[in-house]
């Protein structure tokens, strides 16, 4: 039975756990950028008896100071209409603690959005309705089951885009439901989109940078993730 379950929204995130040898301790889960799906894993692990749950991967920036690669372990989610969940603060704590220096700023609120928010301009308008630091599709989703649940969460995330970063429109649909690159949807819509290809470029080192810090996080924490 395991003790704390960890969610991903691809697996290249969950690739940076494979160093945890957590046992039976650890449950990890990749939703396939889908925040429906995201909910229903938090919720089976914790119906299978899990203790808490982890929300682990990337964000996008909203707060122009936040840069690809920096780290983030957010105190609160807040879903676009404003409503919000505050991470279990005990667990927030121990994992501050715990990753300290790797850690780019404290006290960050990340919003909520069922969809890739791909321009500033959407950024900007996010960041302005919900005074978030940064974005990302799964925690929220974590969260609400974890509170249905009676059970703490956290999170962890690192910033892939930046605010000024403009990403494809259809980043979001080459995810497959398994979490992997979905290779012939993303050349139709290269094909169909190529003055793209740079965007995609450029997100694609934003995401190098921010896994590259994923995977020191996972060596920091360890199989008991800073939990109890």
């Not at 692990?45 to 899990?50: N, T």
């Not at 006290?107 to 308008?125: E, M, T």
């Not at 995609?200 to 060596?219: I, P």
Request: proline residues 4%.
């Amino acid at each position: 039975m395991a003790r704390v379950g960890i969610i991903t929204g691809v697996l290249r995130e969950a690739a940076c756990l494979n160093g945890l040898s957590g046992g039976d301790s650890l449950d990890i889960r990749t939703a396939g950028a889908d925040p429906r799906r995201a909910g229903e894993l938090a919720a089976e692990m914790f119906a299978q008896g899990a203790k808490a749950v982890l929300s682990f991967g990337l964000c996008g920036g909203l707060d122009p100071a936040l840069k690809a690669g920096d780290l983030i372990v957010p105190t609160r989610i807040i879903s676009g209409e404003g409503r919000g969940l505050t991470c279990d603060p005990d667990w927030t704590g121990r994992l501050e603690d715990a990753l300290d220096d790797l850690i780019a700023r404290r006290g960050v609120v990340i919003a909520h959005s069922a969809v890739i928010v791909a321009g500033p301009r959407r950024k900007a308008v996010l960041r302005a309705n919900t005074g978030a630091d940064a974005v990302d599709m799964e925690s929220y989703a974590v969260g609400q089951a974890a509170r249905r649940a009676g059970r703490p969460f956290a999170v962890i995330r690192a910033v892939s885009d930046t605010a000024e970063t403009r990403l494809p429109e259809w980043t979001d649909q080459i995810v497959s439901s398994s979490g992997g690159t979905d290779g012939a949807r993303l050349l139709r819509n290269l094909a169909t989109h190529p003055g793209d290809l740079g965007k995609l470029l450029a997100l694609g080192r934003g995401s190098t940078r921010a896994l590259k810090v994923l995977r020191r996080v996972a060596g920091r924490l360890g199989p008991g993730l800073a939990f109890g």
